[in-house]
């Protein structure tokens, strides 16, 4: 897997059945290791240990209801009075972030409508803070949410 735009984290792996796992400490369990779980491990991780999000606010593959179909979040973390507050979208660090992977995000967002958002491949990233009231979206230089 490539070296990714993040501090370096010790990740525990094996090897299992012809694939390499990795162990997700949100969701307590090993899954596939696939280059999009490698940049989504990087990011709970980057959250946990560098903005101190508690372990127990971080939603994985977070499910919501849009347009009658099912879409799931690769992160949500939610504030201490349970809102959602930031969602985060991660691709394989051989995907660029492109305008269409910001619209997902953004078609996500009209549903939970939470005020930051963080698009990465693990190579590049981008914050965002949502403005409702003048639906309005401010790229920020860092990650800053509450």
């Known amino acids: 897997m490539p070296k990714l735009e993040f501090p370096m984290y010790e990740l525990r792996t094996q090897f299992s059945e012809h694939k390499t796992l990795v162990f997700d400490i ?5 899954v596939a290791l696939t280059p999009e779980e490698w940049v989504r491990q990087h990011v709970i991780h980057f959250l946990i240990s ?9 939603s994985v593959e977070y499910s919501l209801k ?16 349970f809102a959602p507050q930031l969602i985060v979208e ?3 660090a051989s995907v660029p972030i492109s305008q269409k992977v910001f619209d ?21 990233h981008i914050y ?4 409702f009231n003048d639906n309005s ?3 920020m230089e860092e990650l800053k949410f509450v």
């Not at 995000?105 to 698009?119: D, E, F, Q, S, T």
């Not at 965002?128 to 403005?131: F, G, L, M, Q």
């Open 104 to 124: 997902q995000i953004a078609r996500y967002n009209m549903k939970l409508k939470v005020p930051y958002l963080m698009v990465t491949n693990g190579l590049s």
């Open 137 to 139: 979206c401010a790229f």
């Open 66 to 81: 849009w347009n009658s179909m099912t879409h799931r979040c690769d992160l949500v973390v939610f504030g201490d009075d």
């Open 128 to 131: 965002a803070r949502v403005n």
């Open 90 to 92: 991660c691709k394989a």
């Open 26 to 30: 949100v969701r307590k369990k090993m």
């Open 50 to 58: 560098e903005h101190k999000v508690s372990i127990n606010k971080i």
